[in-house]
């Protein structure tokens, strides 16, 4: 093998050569040829050489001049990659005046390793200690072209791979006599024969320790500790008061941070009581850590410190969460940046929890603040970049510069590093800093490693196949990276507890490829020992540590990927760890969760899933039961409630858009229950899930585009309509008064119904408390209420005073229909005979309503689904039945004129809110003909029989009438406009009964003209006239209330046939109508 080489000489001109393979004697083979087809073997000056790939040539191509001087070359040879031992070659030059041989002659020695530090027989004190090393003849290195790289081993076991020259840290050093081996190998892991290696043997002092903790509280794994307790300490000594500090004495939250407060000595200074300054959050995961730095009265350390855990109290909640927010992590029209990964820490300090996440593709990290009502402003965050080409995920939060607030440190795929932001406890953070790891940073855990009062990162390489530690130097700032090999397949997740209860916390590792649980016990010294395994029946995904079974031993979970479940593993207190017992979720989950969902004092489970599902031999339809339906295939959270044994069972399942990647228990809003915050890492989607507590309700109100009659169907802390129904428009609540007039409102009121706008189609959850009853008042006429928090047919309205007029019962769904029940959340029409109350409640038995009276043979037209009955006489009490509520401010609207859908001759039907061809059914009774007319267009359609127009042109007035007579109004009247409320075009109507001088004129409030409609002598006839809202100027008016008034008299100056009272003047009247903008 080796390079093709161009030697030129003696050549003018510009050629161009097909390059092939020749024989070793110059026979032809593949050919070489120039242009010419001459070859170059057969005199021309170019001859093609191959060598060993140990020699170069440079220049490997270009011209030389004819004539007098000489043509450098340089002939380079590296010993790169080869055995040690002598190495011979030979260059031939050819040329048009002859041929040349230059030897070549290499001389490989053997690489060697020699160990400087520590010398043989050197011994230290228990912690790390650093190798130094000198290389002769290899050059270390991950690339094809180094010479290898070199092991390491401690104690006979091999440890981890190095790939420079630098100095290397070791950890996991036993009392006695310690050997470090370093051996080289080859760039593909293979022997260097003969076996190249240096080792030394030197000591790690014996420890004594005189000094312990006996006892704390809250215990260790303890799920419900009060939110304020005090914390305490007691040691088999006096301490020494001056050794007790914030230093030395850590209190982490795990969103809270670092908590400050007040530590007091008692008991003759063997027990130390720390008083937090604040309440941690509910159902809070803390973690306490003592340094080595404490000393005893006499002057003892606590040689490996101490450090447990606990949890503090959830309040009573509900694990059916409730989804009340979605929103995107993307920038404006940025694409897809995979959000994955997510924490809860406090960074401002105000006692709520942000949401901090990082993005593989975007590079970067982002942060939302919460407003301190447990929301997050959807558009309000802050960017904070990582090297391109990191993909950080995996991530944690500590105190690492010991300044007392919250740090956030990511773990990142691609650049094999981790990168620290330091924050400021304003919110900010620092620009990252950034160290190597190993390759595939996956995992990552945090705790104090070597009790030195810093907190140490350790990480799970997948593709390293180990773990690294990076020790705390104090600042925030870590040395050189420790990796560990720990005998694992893909080490892919990572959670501490104090698994053998000796006060030194310790770490799991969960497995992707060999599908395990290791345990690493911690020494005290900052190593951590490989100590035991369980195999997992599944790929480890995310593990998570607690207390799940109630023993007061620390357990672990892990979402176990390729299998699609959950599994939990006991632990004994003493590192020994259970068999798996494994629980079905939604396919492919990349995290778990543990948290007192429902507070009942035991940690529930909760997995985020891609939704991407595998085959499997167990029955999970049957596990899951309880749902009608399970989409393994949609990204979703799969919650599972703890019988209190560590037993799990009564699965919830909440879908994502696509894949649900992260899942984090946190009380968001402080009202002291768990709530869940997910993302979904293919749509770039953080959801916010709310635990609604035990005796609230969540009620889903779906919603059309535009206008929607609503009503509250819970009792509500906040009754605001924006509060309860967020996706609302501004200024769009309306009421219907007493006066029959829209009145623009703020607040819900139970019982009452009212007008929303929404811009666009879609769903709200209301929660509160059950409502199970309601007294409305009513007014004679029309009245728009709302029911109770269940459904409740309408012959259950308690109407003791028969103030309900049969059949008046209306529901909005584009347009007006009949309801027979009554639904959480919507608002309905129901006129009244009278002014009194009526009771809707889920109590009463179904009375006894008056029934719609029944009309004899009516003829009927639908238009657009709407039915019309007409041509048949009803008394007026029976007719209020066949009224209809006010027009709607949307949606399409058929009715005759006076708000009826049954008129008896010379009938107008009146069409709001249509912009295309209407269809028409109608049904004529025998012997009648009867005749539709557009108003508009004065075209005309016979109406006989049985039969349908399939094409109605729209307009907004229909006259219908039989054809023996004409149709003309017999009163003057002035209509309420349409639609109302109104942006920006309404139409008003009028009716005059004989040809008038008319005209019409809008004022505002304060009684000025802002424009006159009409001004002209009309005939005789049904009138409209549409308004933009603009003044006689042009000039758009503004929102509010506005004025309409029609004046009409005989042209000769006589009164009107039917004048307003009083006016003495001709017909005179006035309407309100409202603007929106």
């Given at each position: 093998s080796g390079d093709i080489q161009f030697n030129y000489a003696e050549i003018s001109g510009t050629h161009s050569a097909t390059i092939g393979i020749q024989s070793a004697n110059g026979e032809t083979g593949l050919q070489v040829a120039f242009t010419n087809n001459d070859y170059a073997h057969d005199g021309h000056s170019v001859r093609i050489s191959t060598g060993p790939d140990w020699i170069s040539i440079s220049p490997t191509e270009g011209e030389s001049e004819q004539g007098s001087g000489s043509q450098s070359i340089e002939v380079s040879v590296s010993s790169a990659g080869l055995e040690n031992g002598d190495y011979y070659a030979a260059i031939l030059i050819l040329s048009n005046g002859g041929s040349g041989v230059l030897p070549v002659f290499l001389d490989v020695p053997l690489p060697s390793i020699s160990i400087t530090s520590p010398g043989p027989g050197e011994s230290f004190d228990p912690g790390y200690r650093e190798v130094s090393f000198e290389l002769f003849n290899f050059e270390p290195g991950e690339g094809i072209l180094s010479d290898g790289h070199i092991e390491l081993y401690i104690n006979g076991s091999f440890t981890a791979n190095y790939y420079s020259s630098d100095t290397i840290t070791v950890a996991n050093l036993v009392e006695g006599t310690n050997e470090i081996k370093l051996r080289l190998v080859d760039r593909n892991g293979g022997e260097i024969p003969p076996d190249i290696f240096d080792e030394v043997d030197f000591i790690i002092n014996p420890e004594e320790i005189l000094f312990h903790v006996e006892s704390v509280s809250p215990q260790s794994q303890l799920i419900t500790a009060p939110v304020d307790s005090d914390i305490t300490i007691d040691f088999d000594n006096a301490v020494d008061p001056s050794t007790v500090n914030s230093s030395t004495i850590r209190v982490f939250g795990q969103w809270t941070g670092i908590m400050p407060g007040l530590f007091m000595l008692e008991d003759g200074n063997q027990r130390v009581r720390f008083m937090?300054?604040?309440?941690?959050?509910?159902?809070?995961?803390?973690?306490?850590?003592?340094?080595?730095?404490?000393?005893?009265?006499?002057g003892d350390p606590l040689v490996h410190g101490y450090a447990w855990q606990y949890w503090t109290a959830s309040g009573p909640g509900s694990l059916d969460l409730i989804e009340i927010d979605k929103f995107s992590t993307r920038l404006p029209f940025e694409g897809w940046i995979q959000t994955y990964g997510s924490y809860s820490g406090d960074l401002n300090g105000d006692g709520f929890h942000d949401y901090t996440v990082p993005n593989e593709r975007g590079n970067d990290v982002r942060v939302w603040l919460n407003d301190g009502e447990g929301n997050y402003d959807h558009n309000d965050f802050s960017v904070y970049d990582v090297p391109n080409g990191s993909y950080p995920s995996t991530n944690h939060g500590a105190d690492f510069n010991n300044d007392g607030l919250l740090d956030f440190v990511v773990g990142n795929t691609h650049s094999n590093t981790i990168c620290v932001f330091i924050g400021d406890g304003l919110g900010a953070l620092a620009p990252s800093v950034c160290?190597?790891?190993?390759?595939?940073?996956?995992?990552?855990?945090?705790?104090?490693?070597?009790?030195?009062?810093?907190?140490?990162?350790?990480?799970?390489?997948?593709?390293?196949?180990?773990?690294?530690?990076?020790?705390?130097?104090?600042?925030?700032?870590?040395?050189?990276?420790?990796?560990?090999?720990?005998?694992?397949?893909?080490?892919?997740?990572?959670?501490?507890?104090?698994?053998?209860?000796?006060?030194?916390?310790?770490?799991?590792?969960?497995?992707?490829?060999?599908?395990?649980?290791?345990?690493?016990?911690?020494?005290?010294?900052?190593?951590?020992?490989?100590?035991s395994s369980v195999e997992l029946q599944g790929s480890a995904w995310m593990?998570?540590?607690?207390?799940?079974?109630?023993?007061?031993h620390v357990d672990v979970v892990s979402a176990n990927s390729y299998t699609d479940n959950a599994a939990v593993i006991f632990g004994d207190g003493q590192g020994n760890l259970s068999l798996p017992t494994l629980y079905p979720v939604v396919g492919f989950p990349l995290d778990i969760n543990l948290g007192d969902i429902d507070g009942d004092g035991d940690l529930d489970l909760v997995t985020s899933s891609l939704g991407v599902a595998h085959d499997h031999d167990d029955d999970r339809a049957l596990l899951f039961a309880s749902f009608n339906t399970v989409d393994e295939d949609t990204g979703a959270w799969t919650i599972y409630e703890n019988d209190g044994n560590g037993n799990f069972g009564n699965p919830r399942i909440l879908y994502s858009v696509d894949a649900a990647s992260c899942a984090t228990l946190h009380d968001r809003d402080r009202d002291g229950d768990l709530d869940l915050t997910g993302i979904d890492e293919s749509d770039d989607y953080i959801y916010v899930f709310d635990n609604i507590g035990p005796d609230n309700q969540a009620i889903y109100i779906d919603h059309m585009e535009s206008w929607n009659l609503v009503g509250l169907p819970l009792e509500v802390?906040?009754?605001?309509?924006?509060?309860?129904?967020?996706?609302?428009?501004?200024?769009?609540?309306?009421?219907?008064?007493?006066?029959?007039?829209?009145?623009?409102?703020?607040?819900?009121?139970?019982?009452?119904?009212?007008?929303?706008r929404f811009p666009s189609a879609g769903s709200n959850p209301v929660i509160g408390l059950p409502m199970n009853e309601v007294i409305i008042p009513l007014t004679t006429g029309w009245n728009l209420l709302a029911g109770i928090s269940t459904s409740i047919p309408i012959e259950n309205i308690g109407d003791p005073g028969g103030l309900v007029v049969p059949g008046t019962m209306y529901g909005f769904n584009g347009n007006y229909i009949e309801a027979e029940i009554i639904e959480p959340g919507y608002g309905y029409w129901l006129r009244s005979y009278g002014d009194g109350e009526i009771t809707i409640s889920d109590t009463l038995p179904a009375g006894k309503l008056r029934n719609t009276p029944m009309l004899e043979n009516p003829n009927t037209i639908i238009i657009s689904n709407r039915t019309l009955y007409f041509g048949e006489k009803i008394s007026g009490e029976e007719k209020l039945s066949y009224s209809l509520p006010p027009k709607p401010p949307g949606g399409i609207?058929?009715?005759?004129?006076?708000?009826?859908k049954v008129c008896d001759d010379n009938c107008i039907i009146e069409i709001t809110g249509a912009e295309d061809d209407l269809s028409v059914e109608f049904t004529i009774r025998p012997g009648e003909l009867w005749e539709l007319t557009n108003g508009e267009t004065d075209k005309k359609y016979p109406l006989n029989g049985t039969g349908h127009i399939s094409y109605l042109e729209?307009?907004?007035?229909?006259?219908?009438?039989?054809?023996?007579?004409?149709?003309?109004?017999?009163r003057y009247a002035l209509h309420q406009n349409y639609p109302n409320p109104f942006n920006p075009i309404t139409t008003l109507r009028y009716d005059l009964p004989e040809q008038s001088q008319v005209t019409l004129t809008v004022y505002d409030l304060m009684g000025r003209e802002l424009i006159q409609l009409v001004n002209e002598k009309q005939n005789a006839?049904?009138?409209?006239?549409?308004?933009?809202?603009?003044?006689?100027?042009?000039k758009p008016v503004s929102a509010g209330i506005y004025l309409y008034r029609i004046h009409a008299h005989q042209k000769n100056g006589g009164q009107a046939s039917n004048p307003s009272a009083g006016s003495g003047h001709g017909f005179v009247q006035t309407k309100k109508m409202v603007f929106l903008k």
């Amino acid at each position: 093998s080796g390079d093709i080489q161009f030697n030129y000489a003696e050549i003018s001109g510009t050629h161009s050569a097909t390059i092939g393979i020749q024989s070793a004697n110059g026979e032809t083979g593949l050919q070489v040829a120039f242009t010419n087809n001459d070859y170059a073997h057969d005199g021309h000056s170019v001859r093609i050489s191959t060598g060993p790939d140990w020699i170069s040539i440079s220049p490997t191509e270009g011209e030389s001049e004819q004539g007098s001087g000489s043509q450098s070359i340089e002939v380079s040879v590296s010993s790169a990659g080869l055995e040690n031992g002598d190495y011979y070659a030979a260059i031939l030059i050819l040329s048009n005046g002859g041929s040349g041989v230059l030897p070549v002659f290499l001389d490989v020695p053997l690489p060697s390793i020699s160990i400087t530090s520590p010398g043989p027989g050197e011994s230290f004190d228990p912690g790390y200690r650093e190798v130094s090393f000198e290389l002769f003849n290899f050059e270390p290195g991950e690339g094809i072209l180094s010479d290898g790289h070199i092991e390491l081993y401690i104690n006979g076991s091999f440890t981890a791979n190095y790939y420079s020259s630098d100095t290397i840290t070791v950890a996991n050093l036993v009392e006695g006599t310690n050997e470090i081996k370093l051996r080289l190998v080859d760039r593909n892991g293979g022997e260097i024969p003969p076996d190249i290696f240096d080792e030394v043997d030197f000591i790690i002092n014996p420890e004594e320790i005189l000094f312990h903790v006996e006892s704390v509280s809250p215990q260790s794994q303890l799920i419900t500790a009060p939110v304020d307790s005090d914390i305490t300490i007691d040691f088999d000594n006096a301490v020494d008061p001056s050794t007790v500090n914030s230093s030395t004495i850590r209190v982490f939250g795990q969103w809270t941070g670092i908590m400050p407060g007040l530590f007091m000595l008692e008991d003759g200074n063997q027990r130390v009581r720390f008083m937090p300054a604040n309440e941690f959050s509910a159902g809070e995961h803390i973690t306490i850590t003592i340094s080595k730095y404490v000393l005893s009265i006499d002057g003892d350390p606590l040689v490996h410190g101490y450090a447990w855990q606990y949890w503090t109290a959830s309040g009573p909640g509900s694990l059916d969460l409730i989804e009340i927010d979605k929103f995107s992590t993307r920038l404006p029209f940025e694409g897809w940046i995979q959000t994955y990964g997510s924490y809860s820490g406090d960074l401002n300090g105000d006692g709520f929890h942000d949401y901090t996440v990082p993005n593989e593709r975007g590079n970067d990290v982002r942060v939302w603040l919460n407003d301190g009502e447990g929301n997050y402003d959807h558009n309000d965050f802050s960017v904070y970049d990582v090297p391109n080409g990191s993909y950080p995920s995996t991530n944690h939060g500590a105190d690492f510069n010991n300044d007392g607030l919250l740090d956030f440190v990511v773990g990142n795929t691609h650049s094999n590093t981790i990168c620290v932001f330091i924050g400021d406890g304003l919110g900010a953070l620092a620009p990252s800093v950034c160290y190597e790891a190993d390759q595939s940073v996956r995992g990552m855990s945090v705790m104090d490693l070597d009790a030195d009062g810093d907190s140490d990162i350790i990480t799970t390489n997948r593709d390293g196949n180990n773990i690294t530690i990076l020790p705390n130097l104090g600042g925030g700032i870590f040395t050189t990276r420790i990796p560990i090999e720990v005998g694992g397949g893909k080490e892919n997740s990572a959670a501490c507890g104090d698994a053998n209860e000796d006060g030194i916390m310790d770490l799991f590792v969960g497995t992707y490829e060999s599908d395990e649980i290791l345990l690493l016990l911690g020494d005290g010294n900052g190593g951590l020992i490989p100590t035991s395994s369980v195999e997992l029946q599944g790929s480890a995904w995310m593990i998570v540590t607690g207390d799940v079974n109630g023993d007061g031993h620390v357990d672990v979970v892990s979402a176990n990927s390729y299998t699609d479940n959950a599994a939990v593993i006991f632990g004994d207190g003493q590192g020994n760890l259970s068999l798996p017992t494994l629980y079905p979720v939604v396919g492919f989950p990349l995290d778990i969760n543990l948290g007192d969902i429902d507070g009942d004092g035991d940690l529930d489970l909760v997995t985020s899933s891609l939704g991407v599902a595998h085959d499997h031999d167990d029955d999970r339809a049957l596990l899951f039961a309880s749902f009608n339906t399970v989409d393994e295939d949609t990204g979703a959270w799969t919650i599972y409630e703890n019988d209190g044994n560590g037993n799990f069972g009564n699965p919830r399942i909440l879908y994502s858009v696509d894949a649900a990647s992260c899942a984090t228990l946190h009380d968001r809003d402080r009202d002291g229950d768990l709530d869940l915050t997910g993302i979904d890492e293919s749509d770039d989607y953080i959801y916010v899930f709310d635990n609604i507590g035990p005796d609230n309700q969540a009620i889903y109100i779906d919603h059309m585009e535009s206008w929607n009659l609503v009503g509250l169907p819970l009792e509500v802390l906040i009754s605001n309509y924006q509060q309860v129904f967020p996706d609302a428009m501004d200024g769009t609540l309306y009421s219907f008064s007493e006066n029959g007039t829209y009145e623009i409102e703020t607040d819900l009121i139970a019982g009452n119904g009212y007008w929303l706008r929404f811009p666009s189609a879609g769903s709200n959850p209301v929660i509160g408390l059950p409502m199970n009853e309601v007294i409305i008042p009513l007014t004679t006429g029309w009245n728009l209420l709302a029911g109770i928090s269940t459904s409740i047919p309408i012959e259950n309205i308690g109407d003791p005073g028969g103030l309900v007029v049969p059949g008046t019962m209306y529901g909005f769904n584009g347009n007006y229909i009949e309801a027979e029940i009554i639904e959480p959340g919507y608002g309905y029409w129901l006129r009244s005979y009278g002014d009194g109350e009526i009771t809707i409640s889920d109590t009463l038995p179904a009375g006894k309503l008056r029934n719609t009276p029944m009309l004899e043979n009516p003829n009927t037209i639908i238009i657009s689904n709407r039915t019309l009955y007409f041509g048949e006489k009803i008394s007026g009490e029976e007719k209020l039945s066949y009224s209809l509520p006010p027009k709607p401010p949307g949606g399409i609207d058929v009715r005759f004129t006076g708000d009826w859908k049954v008129c008896d001759d010379n009938c107008i039907i009146e069409i709001t809110g249509a912009e295309d061809d209407l269809s028409v059914e109608f049904t004529i009774r025998p012997g009648e003909l009867w005749e539709l007319t557009n108003g508009e267009t004065d075209k005309k359609y016979p109406l006989n029989g049985t039969g349908h127009i399939s094409y109605l042109e729209a307009g907004e007035s229909f006259t219908l009438k039989k054809t023996k007579t004409i149709l003309v109004p017999d009163r003057y009247a002035l209509h309420q406009n349409y639609p109302n409320p109104f942006n920006p075009i309404t139409t008003l109507r009028y009716d005059l009964p004989e040809q008038s001088q008319v005209t019409l004129t809008v004022y505002d409030l304060m009684g000025r003209e802002l424009i006159q409609l009409v001004n002209e002598k009309q005939n005789a006839g049904y009138k409209s006239i549409r308004w933009d809202g603009t003044d006689k100027s042009g000039k758009p008016v503004s929102a509010g209330i506005y004025l309409y008034r029609i004046h009409a008299h005989q042209k000769n100056g006589g009164q009107a046939s039917n004048p307003s009272a009083g006016s003495g003047h001709g017909f005179v009247q006035t309407k309100k109508m409202v603007f929106l903008k």
